[in-house]
């Protein structure tokens, strides 16, 4: 448990007490300088392989070039490219203004991905065979002569659209190539499903996604590790903060069924702190236990104004049992909340007791506020 720092309580630290997991590979090491420097401990657990910085740079440019002078006609071959392009611009901070070029363009997908445009939220011109000589044909007939006009193709390295980049090349069109960089999943998948264990064990209060592919990649190692219904479980009751960097990765959390999303208004990393900081502010519990005043923010408890850290087990319990003061909770439930086991009372049982001592130690005067239900439980008595 982080130690207080000498002369000035930790309590002060707007995150102090919480866990924030961190999914992205590149600029990881500034998120958590960030998240830090506000009091919060990280878990860095990479969901993706970053693209090569060249390859990025290169969508740059076009996305420069698309703002200061929009495509006549532009064909979207892939949703997941499309995404990743737009995520890229909002991290530029050049979304709005890309789609606001982009909207004056023609806008052509291929048959086997309609929804590219959907995610442009741009209408559509006209749909394209997938065959690249038939998709040619089509794009003459729709638009005309091609000759000397700028036609521009979004491909992606998954391959999608590199057949009509080649029938476009034996054109005279002047084709300009968006090629989308996809981030891949990690080539060590291990600190990733290490932070979907803490997750799962709700040992994370926050949750910080960079981009779209890092939350369908980290679902996706948790499924393959035989994870993935815990994991969406815990991120879909809400009880821990999912935060976004831009809209495209807010709308991939939500589409996985993720609660509690929340995205900053600027796509930086201060701001997106920022928005860790207010969501996590709502979620301070206030109780009175045996006449003390006890705030639980994550790990930190602050008693009467003296800061005490609870290991990660006793601030589940004392999480699980404010939820419902003066309610029983049963032994079993609290294992299935704190501990995440199906199983009955029994040898079990025995860690919640184990635990519950502890945090009674913890809490100090305010422990007699935990009470005991002879084969029922424990609850909270305020007052």
Request: net charge negative.
């Amino acid at each position: 448990m982080p130690p207080a720092t000498p002369g000035t309580p930790r309590s002060r630290a707007p995150l102090a007490g919480y866990r924030v997991g961190i999914t992205a590979d590149r600029g990881r090491h500034e998120l958590a300088e960030a998240f830090e420097a506000a009091g919060a401990e990280t878990l860095w657990g990479a969901a993706v392989a970053s693209a090569p910085l060249g390859r990025s740079e290169a969508l740059d440019a076009c996305t420069e070039e698309a703002i200061a002078d929009p495509p006549s006609v532009l064909v979207l071959t892939s949703s997941l490219g499309v995404e990743a392009w737009l995520s890229r611009a909002e991290h530029l901070g050049h979304h709005q203004a890309l789609v606001a070029a982009l909207g004056r363009s023609r806008v052509f997908v291929l048959a086997a991905d309609q929804g590219a445009a959907a995610a442009l939220g741009a209408a559509v011109d006209g749909v394209l065979p997938d065959e690249p000589g038939s998709a040619l044909g089509r794009l003459v007939e729709a638009v005309g002569d091609l000759d000397g006009r700028p036609v521009w193709v979004q491909t992606d390295e998954g391959g999608r659209g590199s057949g009509l980049v080649e029938a476009l090349g034996a054109s005279r069109a002047r084709l300009v190539e968006v090629s989308v960089p996809r981030s891949g999943p990690p080539a060590d998948p291990a600190p990733a499903l290490g932070l979907v264990e803490a997750v799962v064990g709700r040992r994370v209060h926050a949750l910080a996604f960079s981009e779209p592919a890092e939350v369908r990649n980290l679902v996706g190692l948790a499924d393959g590790a035989g994870a993935g219904e815990e994991l969406s479980r815990a991120l879909g009751d809400g009880e821990v903060l999912v935060a976004c960097y831009n809209s495209s990765c807010a709308r991939a959390a939500a589409a996985l069924g993720t609660a509690g999303v929340v995205q900053p208004e600027r796509t930086k990393v201060g701001a997106l702190v920022e928005s860790v900081v207010d969501g996590l502010a709502g979620r301070v519990i206030h109780l009175e236990l045996a006449g003390v005043d006890v705030a639980l923010r994550g790990d930190l408890a602050v008693i009467d104004g003296e800061e005490v850290w609870l290991a990660p087990r006793e601030q589940g319990l004392l999480a699980a049992l404010a939820r419902c003061p003066g309610t029983v909770v049963a032994k079993a439930e609290l294992l299935r909340l704190v501990w995440g086991s199906e199983g009955s009372e029994g040898a079990d049982a025995h860690a919640v007791e184990v635990a519950v001592a502890r945090l009674r130690r913890r809490l100090g005067a305010a422990g007699a506020g935990l009470q005991t239900v002879p084969r029922r439980g424990y609850r909270l008595v305020s007052g």
